[in-house]
């Protein structure tokens, strides 16, 4: 559906008739202790399957909801060396998924593909030796380390017409210093 002011894509609810949806989550953090605590990992990894009841549009019962993925994956390594310095790598995996209610139609169009985003930080900061006030931070990000241009969103159609997409944000910078009082 367009805004009428904007003439964007915007996202709206969709009455997709009667569904099921069942999943399982597993999630854990890892910090060995040959690292001296300093090191730790984190993981959650999702399945989740989601169908329509009834038909809806061109699909039969048994069809996946649109922008359902089955498999979700986050995880990061997180490296804390000292008291002033975190340095993070992160990656959230999300699967393969219909973009629409046109899955008996399958079309190169309304398959939405894998993907992997890559994300990572270095928070310094707090109590330290080399004269950096204590009640300042700097963190630095990156999100999209690898610059991974996929579509990352879609807002469906509910009258069974073409889906929306909006890209995943390209690499991004971002610097914030913080001064706590």
Known sequence: ML?????????????????????????????????????????????????????????????????????????????????????????KYTGERFADFKEASVSPGNVMESYFLWSGYVDIGGPNNFGLPENISLRFNVDNIFDEETLAFTFTSSSGGNAFFRPLNPRTFQATLTARF
């Open 3 to 91: 805004n009428p002011a904007t003439q964007q894509p915007e996202s709206f609810s969709v009455n997709a008739g009667e569904t099921s949806a069942f999943g399982v989550e597993l999630s854990g953090v890892y910090q060995p202790d040959f690292f001296d605590d300093r090191v730790y990992a984190n993981f959650n990894l999702t399945y989740n399957q989601t169908e329509l009841k009834d038909g809806f549009g061109t699909n039969p019962a048994g069809s996946q909801l649109a922008d359902s993925p089955e498999w979700i994956f986050t995880g990061g390594v997180t490296y804390e060396p000292t008291e002033w310095l975190v340095a993070n790598l992160s990656t």
